[in-house]
């Protein structure tokens, strides 16, 4: 609560003094570009720092692992929004070094739920066909791979138009450097 109270203060402040007017935008991206990426807190300035990308530049989801795992979920769902209403012509997958996500196994995860007191019972009832929930809250083993196979949610799925590129790149969340896994040449 303490924590809503200080950024409520602020924001009347923020608003009064109009610290919106550097930030002024539309809902279109610019850069007409799509960013999907990590939520770790050490990308929230330097990605778009590093990548120059700023205020109304870019759509930016940002999720666990950059991972979209589910074809009916809301990341996918944000993905084809993008493309078809928000004027995305271009997308980039953007994992990052040291991510949480990597080498997370599904068994820890299920430890630490029950230490915040929810039981293994209620856990089995989330288990679903062919995924237990136990493999659902398990990470990836790699950085890269956890790229290439949110580019491959993206391209392989059936909504996707195939004229938007989609690449892959991984930040190293010290220095800002980029590396490119994967590029795709746009069909256009
Ligand atoms: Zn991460």
Known sequence: MEKLKQILAFN????????YLPYMSDKFPNAR???VT??????????????????GDAKILRVAG???TEPYGS???SVLVAVTQLKVEEIMVVGHHDCGMV???????????????ISVEKMKQFDKPGETVEAWLTGVNSVEGAVLRSVQMIKE????PHDIPVHALTITPDTGKLEVIHVENSVS
């Open 12 to 19: 009347e402040q923020f608003v009064e003094t109009k610290g």
């Open 33 to 35: 570009l799509l960013i």
């Open 38 to 55: 990590c939520m770790d807190t050490r990308l929230t300035e330097l990605l778009p720092q590093a990548m120059n990308i700023k205020n």
């Open 66 to 68: 950059a991972m979209i």
């Open 75 to 77: 990341i996918m769902r």
């Open 103 to 117: 080498g997370l196994e599904g068994e820890q995860m299920i430890r630490s739920l029950q230490q915040k007191g």
């Open 157 to 160: 799925h059936p909504l996707f």
